[in-house]
C-alpha cells in the first residue's frame, strides 16, 4: 500500500493512493498514519480490504492539495552517517566500523514539496537523498538482521538536508546542522515492506535546478537496512513510527570542486526513491 497524509500543515488527513493512481480518504477507518496504526496489524488489514474493495474508500480531488508528511506524530528520527561507500570516498571519509548515529529532531520534518528554508548566516547548505525506513513494531536487541526486516512498516523517500559549516566547523556534534527549520522533507508516500522485496535495490537520485548531482542505489550501503536496525536496537527502543534516515550516495556539494555549489535561495531541488515517489522544493531564506 502506499499511504500518505493531505492537508494543510498540522491538520493532514490519512489518505492512501490506490492502484490505479487515485487518491482515496482513510478518514473514515483511521484517525492517521502513526505509529499506532503501523504496529496495529487487524487495522492496516482492514485498510488494505478496504482499498481492494471497490466503491468503500471516497476518492478525493488532489487538486491544489497539500502532500504532508507520511507518517504523524513521530517519535524520533535516527540517522546514520557515512552508509554509502562511494559517499565516505568523495568527503576523504574512513569507511566507519560501525554505524555513524546523529539525530533529527521531529519538528524538522515537512512534507515532500513544502519549501526548505537557508539558515540565517549559512553558507553551506547543502542536499542529501535518502532512503527512510518506517519501524512498525517494538524493536529491543534484536539479534539478526533478518529481524531487523521484520521490525519494518515500511519505507519512504527522505530529503536529509544539511548545512555543512554548522555540522563540521562549529564544534561539538552533527546535530547542530542537522537539526534546522524544514531540513527533513519526507515523503510523499509511506510504501508498506510488502511493496519492497529488497531494500538493498533502490535507485536513488536527486536534481538541483534540473542537473542531476545524485545517481546511486541503497546497494552500495555500508550496513544495509536490516543490519541498521538491529545494531540501533541494542543502543535504544525503537517504537513504531520511528524513523531511520539510513544515509546518502555520492555526489552532495561538499563532495564537489571549488566552488562548491551549495545552495541558496531561489535554486529548486528534486529528489526520488525509485518506487517510493518524488519530492519537489524551493529554496527561501529563514
Known amino acids: 500500500m502506499k499511504l500518505l497524509r493531505v492537508g494543510t500543515a498540522g491538520a493532514e488527513r490519512p489518505a492512501l493512493l ?9 478518514s473514515g477507518i483511521v484517525p492517521d498514519i502513526d505509529g499506532e496504526l503501523l504496529a496495529d496489524a487487524s487495522t492496516l488489514a482492514r485498510v488494505r480490504a478496504a482499498a481492494e474493495t471497490p466503491g468503500v474508500l471516497p476518492a478525493l480531488d488532489a487538486t491544489g492539495l497539500r502532500i504532508g508528511p507520511p507518517v504523524g506524530r513521530i517519535g524520533k528520527i535516527v540517522c546514520i552517517g557515512l552508509n554509502y561507500y562511494d559517499h565516505a570516498s568523495e568527503t576523504g571519509a574512513e569507511i566507519p566500523a560501525e554505524p555513524i548515529l546523529f539525530f533529527k529532531a521531529p519538528d524538522t520534518v515537512v512534507g515532500p514539496d513544502d519549501g526548505v528554508l537557508v539558515p540565517r548566516g549559512s553558507r553551506k547548505t547543502d542536499w542529501e537523498v535518502e532512503l527512510a525506513v518506517v519501524i512498525g513494531r517494538t524493536a529491543r536487541y534484536l539479534g539478526s538482521a533478518e529481524e531487523g526486516l521484520a521490525h519494518v512498516a515500511g519505507y519512504a523517500t527522505a530529503h536529509d538536508v544539511s548545512e555543512r559549516e554548522f555540522q563540521i566547523e562549529r564544534g561539538g556534534t552533527w546535530d547542530k546542522g542537522k537539526n534546522c527549520e524544514t531540513f527533513n522533507p519526507l515523503g510523499p508516500w509511506l510504501v508498506t515492506a510488502d511493496e519492497v522485496p529488497d531494500p538493498q535495490a533502490l535507485p536513488l537520485r536527486l536534481w538541483v535546478n534540473g542537473e542531476l548531482k ?29 524513523i531511520i534516515n539510513t544515509g546518502t550516495p555520492a555526489g552532495v556539494a561538499m563532495g564537489q570542486p571549488e566552488p562548491k555549489p551549495y545552495l541558496k535561495a531561489g535554486d529548486v531541488v528534486e529528489l526520488e526513491v525509485e518506487g517510493l515517489g518524488r519530492q519537489r522544493q524551493e529554496l527561501k531564506d529563514a
Not at 220 to 241: A, K, N, W
Request: aromatic share 10%.
Open 18 to 26: 490506490d492502484r490505479d493512481g487515485t487518491l482515496r480518504d482513510l
Open 214 to 242: 545524485q545517481n546511486g542505489t541503497t546497494a552500495e550501503q555500508i550496513f544495509p537496512v536490516g543490519e541498521v536496525v538491529r545494531y540501533l536496537s541494542h543502543f535504544m527502543t525503537l517504537y513504531p513510527g520511528d
